[in-house]
């Protein structure tokens, strides 16, 4: 027989769950920092992109950090690597489509917080202290990543 329990999960587990959602709004600051970058170079000029090169390049030589000359010019630090490395490319980098691959990956990513979020709000302030069979909640939990999967069809 399956005992019933708080709905809540315990300090830990809820913990680790809030944890989960920062990491990955973290790794979406950068997702969308990398999206910025990319429209930076769509929007630059050859000459531009070349003085910018130069610029870099300079800085670089006078012994800055890399992520120091990327706030400074207020470029991508990935920008900066590449053309600490020579890659600097002369035309546009990433096309639209990898662009767009791009905003639809922050929201797959901003999708699955948004469903964390969810999670802790029904079981503190929905549920709160309504007994629940673990396996029911379980459920309850996929049902909501279903609703959430058909709700981006």
């Known amino acids: 027989m399956v005992t019933k329990a708080r ?3 315990e300090p830990a587990a809820e913990r680790d769950l809030i944890d989960q959602a ?3 709004l973290r790794r979406i600051e950068g997702q969308v920092r990398g999206i910025q970058g990319m429209l930076d170079q769509l929007a630059d000029d050859p000459e531009s992109r070349e003085a910018l090169a130069l610029r870099v390049r300079e800085m670089l030589g006078e ?3 890399q992520a120091a000359v990327a706030r400074e010019l207020q470029i991508s630090k990935q920008r900066v690597a590449d053309v600490a490395k020579g890659r600097e490319p002369t035309a546009c980098a990433e096309p639209c489509d990898g662009l767009l691959n791009q905003i ?3 929201h797959a990513a901003v999708e699955q917080v948004g469903l964390m979020i969810m999670e802790l709000h029904l079981q503190h302030c929905v549920l ?3 007994p ?3 396996e029911r909640w379980n ?3 996929d049902l909501l990543k279903r609703w959430s999967r058909l709700s981006q069809s």
Do not use: P, S
Request: net charge positive.
């Open 22 to 24: 920062k990491t990955r």
């Open 63 to 65: 012994g800055k950090a």
């Open 104 to 106: 639809l990956a922050v």
């Open 132 to 134: 629940m069979e673990k």
């Open 128 to 130: 709160d202290g309504v």
């Open 139 to 141: 459920d309850l939990r």
């Open 7 to 9: 709905v809540a999960q």
